[in-house]
């Protein structure tokens, strides 16, 4: 019903407690759109006006940026409501109606879009406006802002180059300058009068038209630039970065301009219904008098805290407060508001879900619950997991940083607008700051202020810091979404952006200085300052916090305990050595999915053995140094075991190319000979022998031990010894030995006998019985395809999901950089395929792989141990096609239980019946001392 009448319906209508739209219409109205209806809708003082559907930006886009033949009508019909409504009209001289035109998609893009404000002036219109008000400047500041912002979004005069300046603020300054004021608020009436004809003349000259004075042809040539701002640079880099499809499209809305400058009863704020920064339940915002929208978060002047208002307005501030308590029940979130007071009297701009931090998003997600706003599983659907990251970063250590400031070292204090910690080199441009991050540095983007155009800069940077702008300015804003440490409005910085440097104090800082900043205190400290980690990791990991004092952790521990109640996957770990079980137990991994024996060769004494096997002429020679391998593989798979504490150990054979273990310089191979009693010349020919032209596709995997059976003998040795001595100590083993690489089941059958062959004679010599299993990696296709006659052999199967993408690709992994990221910018593959798997592709074959398994094996324990083990998209999927775990690396364990709990809520029918015994789980306290 709803696309039928959208189809006729372009344009819908709020006003007078009535509004055609509703909350839900996202994708119709655009988020501002959508809550401006709802806002309306419960009541709350919105001036009029109307949504443009999204549905006329697609039209707009297909039909060479023209508009339905209807629109004109309802867009005029529209005015005509708004004006009767107010009382006013559009273009009269005596009485005039201004508006703002404003984008809004379905998702907030913040600041990416161009809003129009006090749009219906002219020559005429304002000398009217000058005599109602009977306030001429006020009259003048609104033209001077419109022509303004007309000219640089609809006429196309915004500086495009990184160190240009916006032709109207040179203007501005040279008037200030000349007048020796230095705010704008300084400007008289007759200076107002003479920016706007100047601005105008800057507009003919730049353009070649003159000033458009007819407020009809205003409004459409807004309308205009605002869809057309859907495919601005910044626009379409914001889109790719927050993955928003292109076809969405953009509303437009026009709403009757209330004023926030008519004078020191007027003013305007924004603010969060909580701390979007640390999540705490007050109400947090920003406000100045005497100005006008855009002033507040474009950081032209610093404004001062919400609380502030509560002294020099109680009545608004406790309207204020009203209304945060109503949005927050009505919406069941935290939510961030514009809102406008003209002569004492209170109007809503805008409302919508708040951006937080990911310690915002979980203490909210967390309270929330606790107030009976929000059950367990929306809390779970509210916390992105990879998020929970930032939870992770290291915060600088408190000792160091003393030391840094009573050393002189502390610069300034800005507004703690990003917490966390970052060092980095200092530049001053976001261009800059994309080249030196290529480059391989950490920068900290300095600027006066940050503007949309910054985008793929800030997302560069390892901090943000900004001179002016308050915590609700565009960089806190996008710092916050992005995750990123920023401080903003440090109020000491003297930037000069032509000479790439910045006075603070006294002490001049240049590009390419060290600095470092804390987003947690908004202290600027000169130099390096060494970190530490981060609350959950001091005491999951170090052990060195108690959980008592720790109030993040306690979040974070609750979040991770819904997440096991919901999910159904099981996550393991990969993880080579006792300490990084360890770590991934406290994260709490249920298992180690890979073990990787090939890094236990690289370690010290281990090298020299595998070495002196792989130059070994004969098998004698090459079981004389396995031999000597054998016990330090043993004392590794004893470590993990006990680690491991009878959960699954899943060890993978010898998998890399042999000459990966061998040294390719000419020193180190002279150096080697020595050692090994061996000539040069045979070093080097080894070496040479080994050479691959692709080793990717070479002598790897169960090709090794299969061409040197005495390989996996003695690897299986070492395991199920090690697994004997320690079920023999009382602890439980469950050793899963995985063969990799298999693409033909008569190699699993080859390698799964000399396996089984060792567990029975160790079990025999021992005499003890070792609950184990053999399996194999499916991460080649023909292996994939074959799956129901490998699991006739297979106990488990396991995805690589590395080299399964790379074969089922054809793509090389390590020589893909060149195309790849050219290949995802053009869309070939939406995402990088080697961090967010391929579900088309490689996720088809492994529907394949697990279909056939389970038709030969149905008991067959299904997971993946790829990289992608740890990507949420890739464990939704894993959960969709019904696997029982995934495997990843040790601190991506909590991010994967919270994404497998998500998958589980989103897909609660998905086929994911336990094909294993499934144990309570008792993640992470478990392991703590
Ligand atoms: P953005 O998406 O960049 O926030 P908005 O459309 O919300 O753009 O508008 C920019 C600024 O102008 C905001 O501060 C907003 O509150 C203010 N504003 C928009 N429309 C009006 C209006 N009709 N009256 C007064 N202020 C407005
Ligand atoms: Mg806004
Ligand atoms: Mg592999």
């Given at each position: 019903?709803?696309?039928?009448?959208?189809?006729?319906?372009?344009?819908?209508?709020?006003?007078?407690?009535?509004?055609?739209?509703?909350?839900?219409?996202?994708?119709?109205?655009?988020?501002?759109?959508?809550?401006?209806?709802?806002?309306?809708?419960?009541?709350?003082?919105?001036?009029?006006?109307?949504?443009?559907?999204?549905?006329?930006?697609?039209?707009?886009?297909?039909?060479?940026?023209?508009?339905?033949?209807?629109?004109?009508?309802?867009?005029?019909?529209?005015?005509?409501?708004?004006?009767s409504a107010v009382g006013v009209k559009f273009g009269d001289k005596n009485n005039p109606l201004l508006v703002s035109v404003r984008s809004g998609a379905r998702a907030s893009m913040p600041g990416m879009m161009d809003t129009i404000l006090n749009l219906g002036i002219n020559d005429a219109v304002v000398e009217g406006l000058a005599k109602k008000t009977n306030n001429p400047r006020f009259a003048y500041d609104a033209y001077r802002r419109f022509v303004q912002m007309y000219g640089d979004v609809v006429l196309g005069l915004k500086p495009v180059h990184k160190d240009e300046i916006d032709p109207f603020e040179v203007i501005i300054e040279a008037k200030k300058k000349e007048k020796g004021v230095h705010q704008d608020t300084e400007l008289t009436t007759e200076d107002l009068k003479d920016l706007v004809a100047k601005f105008k003349v800057a507009i003919k000259e730049k353009t070649g038209h003159n000033f458009p004075e007819d407020p009809m042809e205003q409004l459409w040539g807004a309308i205009g630039a605002v869809f057309g701002s859907w495919n601005n640079d910044r626009a379409i880099a914001y889109r790719k970065m927050y993955d928003i499809p292109e076809s969405w499209g953009t509303a437009v809305s026009v709403v009757a301009m209330v004023f926030g400058?008519?004078?020191?009863?007027?003013?305007?704020?924004?603010?969060?219904?909580?701390?979007?920064?640390?999540?705490?339940?007050?109400?947090?915002?920003?406000?100045?008098?005497?100005?006008?929208?855009?002033?507040?978060?474009?950081?032209?002047?610093?404004?001062?805290?919400?609380?502030?208002?509560?002294?020099?307005?109680?009545?608004?501030?406790?309207?204020?407060?009203?209304?945060?308590?109503?949005?927050?029940?009505?919406?069941?979130?935290?939510?961030?508001?514009?809102?406008?007071?003209?002569?004492?009297?209170?109007?809503?701009?805008?409302?919508?879900?708040?951006?937080?931090?990911?310690?915002?998003?979980?203490?909210?997600?967390?309270?929330?619950?606790?107030?009976?706003?929000?059950?367990?599983?929306?809390?779970?659907?509210?916390?992105?997991?990879?998020?929970?990251?930032?939870?992770?970063?290291?915060?600088?250590?408190?000792?160091?940083?003393?030391?840094?400031?009573?050393?002189?070292?502390?610069?300034?204090?800005?507004?703690?607008?990003?917490?966390?910690?970052?060092?980095?080199?200092?530049?001053?441009?976001?261009?800059?700051a994309e080249e030196w991050f290529k480059r391989g540095e950490h920068v900290i983007l300095t600027r006066i202020e940050t503007s949309p155009e910054d985008i793929r800069g800030m997302d560069a940077s390892a901090g943000i810091l900004t001179a002016r702008?308050?915590?609700?300015?565009?960089?806190?804003?996008?710092?916050?979404?992005?995750?990123?440490?920023?401080?903003?409005?440090c109020a000491a910085l003297e930037i000069d952006y032509p000479t790439h440097t910045m006075n603070v104090g006294g002490k001049v800082i240049k590009e390419g200085d060290w600095i470092s900043i804390d987003g947690t205190t908004g202290q600027v400290i000169e130099g390096k300052v060494p970190t530490k980690p981060s609350e959950v990791l001091q005491v999951l990991i170090d052990k060195t916090l108690d959980p008592k004092d720790a109030p993040i952790y306690q979040?974070?521990?609750?979040?991770?305990?819904?997440?096991?109640?919901?999910?159904?996957?099981?996550?393991?770990?990969?993880?080579?050595?006792?300490?990084?079980?360890?770590?991934?137990?406290?994260?709490?991994?249920?298992?180690?999915?890979?073990?990787?024996?090939?890094?236990?060769?690289?370690?010290?004494?281990?090298?020299e053995p595998m070495r002196e096997m792989i130059l070994a002429d004969t098998l004698e020679a090459r079981k004389t140094a396995l031999a000597k391998l054998l016990p330090l593989q043993r004392i590794d798979f004893e470590g993990l075991f006990e680690a491991m504490d009878g959960k699954a150990v899943t060890i993978r054979t010898l998998d890399p190319p042999l000459h990966e273990f061998l040294p390719h310089e000419e020193k180190a191979q002279r150096e080697l000979a020595e050692q090994m009693g061996i000539t040069f010349e045979k070093v080097h020919q080894r070496v040479e022998d080994l050479h691959e032209f692709n080793p990717m596709l070479g002598f790897r995997g169960c090709r090794l031990g299969i061409i040197y059976p005495e390989i996996t003998e003695m690897q299986s040795r070492a395991i199920f010894e090690a697994a004997?001595?320690?079920?023999?100590?009382?602890?439980?083993?469950?050793?899963?030995?995985?063969?990799?690489?298999?693409?033909?089941?008569?190699?699993?059958?080859?390698?799964?006998?000399?396996?089984?062959?060792?567990?029975?004679?160790?079990?025999?010599?021992?005499?003890?019985?070792?609950?184990?299993?053999?399996?194999?990696?499916?991460?080649?296709?023909?292996?994939?395809?074959?799956?129901?006659?490998?699991?006739?052999?297979?106990?488990?199967?396991?995805?690589?999901?590395?080299?399964?993408?790379?074969?089922?690709?054809?793509v090389s992994r390590d020589d893909a950089a060149r195309f790849l990221r050219p290949y995802t910018e053009m869309e070939i593959y939406a995402k990088d395929p080697f961090e967010v798997l391929d579900r088309d592709g490689v996720g088809q074959l492994m529907k394949i792989a697990k279909?056939?398994?389970?038709?030969?094996?149905?008991?067959?324990?299904?997971?993946?141990?790829?990289?992608?083990?740890?990507?949420?998209?890739?464990?939704?999927?894993?959960?969709?096609?019904?696997?029982?775990?995934?495997?990843?690396?040790?601190?991506?364990?909590?991010?994967?239980?919270?994404?497998?709990?998500?998958?589980?809520?989103?897909?609660?029918a998905a086929p994911a019946k336990k094909a294993a015994k499934k144990p309570a789980r008792k993640p992470a306290k478990k392991s703590r001392k």
């Open positions: 019903m709803e696309v039928k009448m959208s189809k006729l319906k372009y344009v819908y209508f709020f006003g007078s407690g009535k509004a055609d739209g509703r909350a839900e219409m996202k994708n119709l109205l655009g988020g501002k759109g959508a809550n401006l209806a709802e806002m309306t809708n419960i009541g709350l003082p919105v001036p009029p006006g109307f949504t443009i559907t999204t549905e006329v930006c697609t039209y707009y886009y297909s039909n060479k940026k023209s508009y339905p033949k209807q629109l004109k009508e309802d867009v005029a019909k529209s005015m005509k409501r708004i004006e400058n008519m004078g020191e009863t007027s003013g305007t704020g924004v603010a969060f219904t909580r701390d979007p920064s640390t999540g705490e339940n007050i109400f947090y915002g920003e406000y100045l008098m005497n100005a006008q929208g855009e002033d507040v978060v474009a950081g032209v002047r610093t404004p001062i805290p919400i609380s502030g208002l509560a002294q020099e307005n109680p009545k608004i501030y406790n309207q204020l407060e009203k209304i945060r308590k109503t949005l927050e029940k009505h919406y069941r979130d935290m939510n961030d508001i514009e809102f406008t007071i003209q002569e004492g009297k209170l109007y809503m701009l805008q409302c919508r879900v708040g951006k937080r931090t990911a310690f915002a998003a979980i203490k909210i997600a967390v309270d929330m619950v606790d107030e009976k706003l929000i059950t367990e599983k929306e809390a779970l659907s509210r916390i992105e997991p990879d998020q929970l990251n930032q939870l992770l970063r290291p915060v600088f250590d408190l000792k160091e940083k003393d030391a840094a400031t009573k050393g002189g070292r502390l610069l300034a204090k800005g507004l703690n607008a990003g917490p966390g910690a970052a060092t980095g080199r200092v530049v001053f441009n976001a261009p800059d702008g308050g915590m609700t300015s565009h960089a806190a804003l996008v710092a916050r979404q992005m995750g990123k440490v920023c401080v903003a409005g979040q974070f521990e609750k979040i991770m305990k819904w997440a096991d109640k919901y999910r159904t996957l099981e996550i393991h770990t990969n993880a080579d050595q006792p300490d990084q079980a360890v770590n991934a137990v406290a994260f709490g991994a249920e298992g180690i999915g890979l073990c990787r024996t090939e890094h236990m060769f690289f370690g010290e004494g281990k090298i004997a001595n320690v079920q023999m100590k009382g602890v439980k083993v469950h050793p899963e030995v995985m063969i990799p690489l298999v693409g033909n089941i008569k190699e699993l059958e080859n390698q799964a006998k000399i396996v089984r062959q060792a567990a029975g004679e160790v079990m025999k010599e021992k005499g003890v019985r070792l609950n184990y299993k053999v399996g194999t990696m499916i991460e080649i296709p023909r292996g994939a395809l074959t799956a129901d006659e490998v699991a006739r052999v297979a106990e488990f199967f396991s995805f690589g999901t590395n080299d399964l993408t790379q074969t089922t690709l054809g279909e056939k398994g389970r038709s030969t094996r149905p008991e067959l324990t299904i997971g993946i141990c790829g990289e992608h083990g740890g990507d949420p998209s890739s464990v939704e999927f894993c959960h969709m096609i019904g696997l029982n775990y995934v495997s990843c690396s040790p601190f991506r364990v909590p991010i994967a239980r919270l994404a497998a709990a998500r998958a589980a809520l989103t897909y609660p």
